[in-house]
């Protein structure tokens, strides 16, 4: 038993305030937890621009009691699909398509909203920002895990590692694993007005780079880019400037885009990924998720998605705190060859997206136009196994207790983006 004989709650210390931290935080709450989340930042400012949530995101957010209020965000309407730097169409994605095959539509919001949603189910001073923390003990069956902070040390029952691709309760851990590597290319990420011409959301794929272009519910647009670079590069001026070198004679509405941006707007970061899988997903009475555990390239956009998942699928084995030594492995056993697995298909979607001779890219794209000839169903066949999947044990939607994720539809919604 984890509890003490007062029948106290357990008790779950979160390192990390980002979406995978907080979702966990969210979830144990839930399950009647003690939970304090330490942020290192002094505020919850998100890094990155938005995030596209698929619906085996919807549904893990479902079991929380948050799913329908992401839903009621989401912006795509029509068709969408993958483009060339001159404007032509690889593809076409049917919206109609995607809902029906996955079960519900992409959402795409920025990341600020969808932590603000999260720390509203919350209860107050659960999360402490300004507050670095780093393992003292892993802790095992017969003593709690312990956590040091500037305040003093903190025991707990279960200790969640959500502290991200650099971790440091992952190296703690598992001090001889290699961590994330280089996965050759660097992203650009901003939020910007809508333009002036309508435009069909698209992502677009040239030589060693692409673009996306994504519409959010409030009006804006999000943006995206990858290409093909050095690490550790800078734009010798700033990061706009460099955007309208590398993509200012793509096709519409890209240049105007870029002009919508401000000189300190564009969001820079190098793509990392965790080429080789950890021994294991927890030790003691830690478990890691998210980028800690199975850093990703964002080719697939699942690299938020996976951490909520992560998280829902934790708080489920982590149960309410009665064993919760003799539960997580079998969380390392569900997540991580679900995870690996995905993070070695976004690894092969990325050599293809950033192709860079011009004979490989024109049989790409060759490819691709024949593939999609054979109609949308096809390439969405690659989502299969990743945007159907179910949480496991209850879940909880619109206030209401169900054993099965919702099935409502919104007609026209749909399609499957790549940002992260």
């Given at each position: 038993m984890d509890r003490s004989p007062s029948h106290r709650p357990p008790r779950a210390v979160v390192v990390g305030g980002g979406i995978g931290g907080l979702t966990a935080a969210v979830a144990l709450h839930r399950r009647g937890w003690d939970v304090t989340v330490l942020e290192r930042a002094e505020a919850l400012a998100p890094v990155g621009a938005g995030i596209g949530l698929a619906p085996n995101a919807q549904r893990a957010l479902d079991v929380i009691g948050l799913g329908d209020r992401v839903r009621e965000l989401a912006a795509w309407q029509g068709d969408g699909g993958l483009r060339d730097p001159a404007g032509r169409w690889l593809n076409r994605t049917s919206s109609a398509a995607t809902a029906r095959r996955f079960g519900g539509p992409l959402v795409l919001l920025h990341r600020a909203t969808l932590v603000g949603i999260l720390t509203g189910g919350l209860p107050a001073g659960a999360v402490r920002t300004g507050a670095p923390a780093a393992l003292a003990d892993a802790g095992d069956a017969r003593r709690p895990a312990v956590v040091t902070t500037p305040d003093g040390d903190v025991e707990a029952d279960l200790v969640v590692a959500a502290d991200g691709i650099g971790s440091a309760v992952r190296r703690v851990l598992f001090p001889g694993h290699p961590g994330p590597r280089y996965s050759g290319f660097t992203t650009w990420r901003v939020v910007v007005p809508v333009p002036a011409r309508p435009f069909t959301p698209h992502e677009t794929w040239g030589r060693g780079a692409l673009w996306g272009t994504q519409p959010l519910k409030d009006g804006r647009v999000y943006a995206y880019a990858a290409a093909v670079t050095p690490a550790g590069g800078h734009a010798p001026d700033d990061e706009r400037a460099e955007l309208l070198r590398r993509f200012g004679d793509w096709h519409e509405p890209v240049p105007e885009v870029i002009a919508a941006a401000g000189p300190g707007d564009v969001l820079r970061h190098d793509v990392h990924h965790m080429a080789e899988p950890l021994p294991a997903y927890h030790h003691g009475r830690v478990a890691l998720l998210g980028d800690a555990a199975h850093a990703m390239q964002p080719t697939l956009g699942q690299g938020g998605n996976q951490a909520i998942e992560d998280?829902?699928?934790?708080?489920?084995?982590?149960?309410?705190?009665?064993?919760?030594?003799?539960?997580?492995?079998?969380?390392?056993?569900?997540?991580?060859?679900?995870?690996?697995?995905?993070?070695?298909?976004?690894?092969?979607?990325?050599?293809?997206?950033?192709?860079?001779?011009?004979?490989?890219?024109?049989?790409?794209?060759?490819?691709?136009?024949?593939?999609?000839?054979?109609?949308?169903?096809?390439?969405?066949?690659?989502?299969?196994?990743?945007?159907?999947?179910r949480p496991p044990g209850r879940t909880y939607a619109a206030g209401a207790e169900r054993t099965t994720a919702p099935r409502r539809r919104q007609a026209g919604q749909g399609g499957l983006g790549r940002s992260r």
């Amino acid at each position: 038993m984890d509890r003490s004989p007062s029948h106290r709650p357990p008790r779950a210390v979160v390192v990390g305030g980002g979406i995978g931290g907080l979702t966990a935080a969210v979830a144990l709450h839930r399950r009647g937890w003690d939970v304090t989340v330490l942020e290192r930042a002094e505020a919850l400012a998100p890094v990155g621009a938005g995030i596209g949530l698929a619906p085996n995101a919807q549904r893990a957010l479902d079991v929380i009691g948050l799913g329908d209020r992401v839903r009621e965000l989401a912006a795509w309407q029509g068709d969408g699909g993958l483009r060339d730097p001159a404007g032509r169409w690889l593809n076409r994605t049917s919206s109609a398509a995607t809902a029906r095959r996955f079960g519900g539509p992409l959402v795409l919001l920025h990341r600020a909203t969808l932590v603000g949603i999260l720390t509203g189910g919350l209860p107050a001073g659960a999360v402490r920002t300004g507050a670095p923390a780093a393992l003292a003990d892993a802790g095992d069956a017969r003593r709690p895990a312990v956590v040091t902070t500037p305040d003093g040390d903190v025991e707990a029952d279960l200790v969640v590692a959500a502290d991200g691709i650099g971790s440091a309760v992952r190296r703690v851990l598992f001090p001889g694993h290699p961590g994330p590597r280089y996965s050759g290319f660097t992203t650009w990420r901003v939020v910007v007005p809508v333009p002036a011409r309508p435009f069909t959301p698209h992502e677009t794929w040239g030589r060693g780079a692409l673009w996306g272009t994504q519409p959010l519910k409030d009006g804006r647009v999000y943006a995206y880019a990858a290409a093909v670079t050095p690490a550790g590069g800078h734009a010798p001026d700033d990061e706009r400037a460099e955007l309208l070198r590398r993509f200012g004679d793509w096709h519409e509405p890209v240049p105007e885009v870029i002009a919508a941006a401000g000189p300190g707007d564009v969001l820079r970061h190098d793509v990392h990924h965790m080429a080789e899988p950890l021994p294991a997903y927890h030790h003691g009475r830690v478990a890691l998720l998210g980028d800690a555990a199975h850093a990703m390239q964002p080719t697939l956009g699942q690299g938020g998605n996976q951490a909520i998942e992560d998280a829902i699928v934790l708080a489920h084995h982590a149960g309410r705190g009665d064993d919760v030594v003799g539960g997580l492995p079998a969380y390392t056993g569900e997540r991580l060859p679900r995870t690996m697995g995905i993070v070695r298909q976004a690894t092969r979607t990325g050599r293809m997206a950033m192709l860079s001779g011009a004979g490989a890219v024109a049989v790409r794209d060759t490819l691709i136009r024949g593939v999609s000839r054979l109609g949308p169903g096809i390439v969405l066949r690659g989502f299969d196994g990743i945007a159907d999947w179910r949480p496991p044990g209850r879940t909880y939607a619109a206030g209401a207790e169900r054993t099965t994720a919702p099935r409502r539809r919104q007609a026209g919604q749909g399609g499957l983006g790549r940002s992260r």
